[in-house]
């Protein structure tokens, strides 16, 4: 799949409405994130920056951006970067996720998932991928390290 993530990408994102195209794409391959109507910004090697808006279907008791919309956030960030990073020879699935809530949700979000360096890919390990959401004045307002497993695909 990271080969067709790939060229999906690079052929849809410098064309007008491209990248909101390739977010729509990716939810009907992984439903579930439709929940947050992500928006992706940027996706390269090592490199994957999305964004949600502050909505009333992602909100929480007190008004500010559910822990659970800032998790799959993560998720998908972190797993859509795997996939473009890795060679085709590969393939991923999340294994675990460790958050950290910093502070309240009040604005629309960015989610930013790094590997700096990025890695290259042999054997099967278990890969960190540390993920930051971010707030409309930059703050950091939760912190995840989602664990992918890496593995190369069967013969």
């Given amino acids: 799949m990271s080969s067709a ?3 999906i990408w690079k052929k849809l994102a410098p064309k007008p409405a491209g990248k909101w195209l390739f977010s729509k794409l990716v939810c009907l391959k992984a439903p579930y994130f439709a929940s947050i109507h992500p928006r992706f ?4 090697a090592g490199y994957c920056e ?3 808006n502050k909505r009333r279907a992602v909100l ?3 008004g500010t951006v559910h822990a659970i919309a800032m998790c799959n ?9 795997v996939d473009f990073t890795l060679p085709n020879s590969h393939r991923w699935i999340p294994k675990g996720m460790q958050v950290e ?3 309240k949700a009040e604005t629309n979000l960015r989610a930013v998932a790094k590997l700096e360096p990025v890695p290259t890919f042999g054997a099967a390990t278990d ?3 540390p993920v930051e ?8 307002v939760f912190r995840a390290v989602v664990t992918m497993w890496v593995s190369p695909k069967k013969g």
């Fill in 5 to 7: 993530v790939k060229s």
């Fill in 41 to 44: 910004v940027e996706l390269r």
């Fill in 50 to 52: 999305l964004r949600i």
């Fill in 60 to 62: 929480n008791h007190i």
């Fill in 73 to 81: 956030m993560a998720e998908l960030a972190a797993g859509t970067m």
């Fill in 101 to 103: 809530y910093v502070k």
């Fill in 127 to 129: 890969v960190p991928v």
């Fill in 133 to 140: 959401v971010l707030d409309a004045a930059n703050q950091v």
